[in-house]
């Protein structure tokens, strides 16, 4: 078991919420002084969307136990989570190794 993910979701919570935004943008651009019930919901609706999506952003981070951090050096996304698996392995105490191989072989 890895306790690295790979972070691309956090990305898409991010791409949703400039989506929404942009969307927000043209509609209150394009509404100008008429505004319609109509137009009205839509920016509603684009607001409130921007609005959940950073909301389940922010518990999605608050829920970790530890701040995330991005890698920025070279290597492929599952090369470097499996450098970094190895590195938490070897420090661990030899116990605690022998345990681990157990839970895998069985799992």
């Known amino acids: 078991m890895s306790f690295f993910l790979q972070a691309g979701f956090v990305g898409e919570y ?3 919420i400039r989506e929404a935004a942009e969307r927000l943008e043209k509609l209150l651009a394009s509404a ?7 137009s009205l919901e839509e920016v ?3 607001a409130g969307e921007i609005l959940e999506q950073s909301r ?3 518990e999605l981070l608050d829920r970790l136990p530890c701040q995330p951090i991005i890698y920025t050096g070279e290597g492929k996304t ?13 420090q661990q105490s030899p116990a605690a190794r022998s345990s681990n191989r157990k839970k895998h ?3």
Do not use: P
């Open 14 to 16: 991010f791409q949703t």
């Open 32 to 38: 100008g002084q008429q505004l319609t019930w109509s």
């Open 44 to 46: 509603k609706g684009a």
């Open 56 to 58: 389940q952003a922010c």
């Open 78 to 90: 599952e090369e470097v989570i499996a450098m970094l698996d190895r590195l938490l392995y070897l």
């Open 105 to 107: 072989a069985s799992g």
